[in-house]
């Protein structure tokens, strides 16, 4: 993960492993689900100085200050406050409402009272007794039990929802499957062959000691909150069997060329035939016997790059329409219109959108009521430490 010093922003951060400390601060090294990043922050110095027993916990985070995106704007799925304030750095093109354009506007009800009382302990210690969020507790009491103090659906006496962590040894001593399949995707200029290893999502959820009796679906999070749902039958089931087409390996025309092919094709996988082996919703560690990169904010751009430690696989369902068989790559939707067979096709099942890169939090739906939820908005350290957690309906005790 890259670091950012955004030095004007009041962000409650700390680097993820340890961090470069002022002198005289009363802590020598933090543990924090934050990622990397504002290691010299007064907001910080001043929080945990007065609150010490919130070092390395979860309000040792940039979200007890800062919010994420707006509801109902371009910006509702920007989940993490991590990636909603680094839109002032790093706009995205394709907001045009809902966009921060200064790092106040990026603060929560909490981190704004604390701003307007001056950003110093004492501000903290004025601001204790305020119901910043309006959840009805004050914020001191939201602090000692360790709840956001500038989030109305965190607030104590709500415990925090049961939760599994799998390990990477865990999720590797699982059964493989490895699974040879199309990558179709709608606005990238190239289709992939490619070939997944990892685990059955199914027999992640098994290892878990789920209860799926009343679990009608699932939420995958990457590690920045953004999330895919996936019904039952997704988990449960085998996907339609793929189809391999190798008539597009012969295009030269580098602008007509749409269809990346690996440098060796399994040997029983055969031109215009369904491709030998079942498909799954799969946890993938591997593509082409490689691991997968690692997930990370890309320096320069802000966007999220990588694919690992775990991406979420979607096969391809049936095709709607006349085609009877499903999976056929096409170009680009931005593509031009060449009449040769190969142009793109709306009834398509384009499953590249619907995979998740690092995927890290699974929350097995619906929610049991009366409970808070894992905080999936800032799923990081899950990425460095190369865990799965899994939460929600079914999922009892915390381990």
């Known amino acids: ?99 921060p354009e200064n790092y106040e506007e990026t603060l929560n009800s909490f981190g704004m009272a604390y701003k307007q009382k001056g950003r110093t302990i004492e501000a ?33 006496g709500q415990p925090q929802a049961p939760f599994i962590t799998l390990n990477r040894d865990r999720i590797r001593s699982l059964p493989r499957h490895t699974q040879f399949m199309l990558m179709n995707r709608t606005t990238q200029q190239f289709d992939v062959y490619t070939s997944y290893s990892g685990i059955l999502v199914k027999d992640l959820l098994d290892a878990a000691g789920a209860d799926l009796t009343d679990v009608v679906g699932i939420t995958v999070f990457a590690p920045d909150g953004y999330s895919i749902d996936y019904t039952m039958e997704d988990v449960l089931k085998p996907f339609p069997m793929g189809y391999f087409y190798a008539e597009p390996n012969a295009i030269t ?25 079942s498909l799954w919703l799969l946890l993938a560690f591997e593509q082409n016997r490689a691991p997968l990169d690692i997930s990370r ?77 894992y905080d999936w908005k800032n799923g990081w350290p899950l990425i460095n430490t190369r865990q799965i957690v899994i939460f929600g309906r079914g999922v009892s005790g915390n381990h």
């Not at 990346?260 to 996988?269: E, F, K, M, Q, S």
Request: glycine share 12%; with cysteine.
């Open 124 to 156: 903290l210690k004025a601001i204790e007794e305020l119901d910043s969020d309006g959840d009805g507790y004050s914020n001191g009491a939201e602090i000692t039990q360790t709840r956001y103090p500038g989030e109305s659906s965190s607030r104590p």
């Open 253 to 277: 025309d580098k602008e007509k060329s749409f269809v990346d092919y690996p440098a060796t094709v399994p040997p029983d996988v055969v031109d215009g035939r369904e491709i030998p082996g």
């Open 297 to 373: 904010y890309e320096k320069g751009t802000g966007h999220l790059v990588g694919e690992g430690p775990y991406r979420l696989i979607m096969p391809q369902r049936d095709i709607l329409g006349d085609i009877s068989k499903p999976g056929r790559p096409d170009r680009s939707v931005k593509s031009g219109t060449y009449g040769d067979g190969w142009d793109y096709l709306g009834a398509i099942d384009h499953n590249a959108g619907n995979c998740v890169r690092g995927a890290c939090v699974i929350r097995l739906n619906p929610m049991p009521g009366g409970y808070e939820e």
């Open 1 to 99: 993960m890259r670091k950012f010093l955004l030095v004007p922003a009041i962000a409650l951060t700390v680097a993820a492993f340890s961090c470069v400390l002022k002198e005289n601060t009363p802590r020598a090294e933090i543990t924090s689900k934050a990622y990397a990043g504002h290691e010299n922050d007064r907001d910080i110095d001043n929080f945990i100085q007065q609150y010490p027993e919130s070092a390395g916990s979860r309000l040792d985070d940039c979200q007890t200050c800062h919010r994420g995106g707006v509801a109902a704007t371009d910006t509702e799925r920007e989940f993490s406050s991590c990636g909603y304030c680094h839109l002032i750095v790093f706009p995205n093109a394709r907001y045009k409402t809902g966009v």
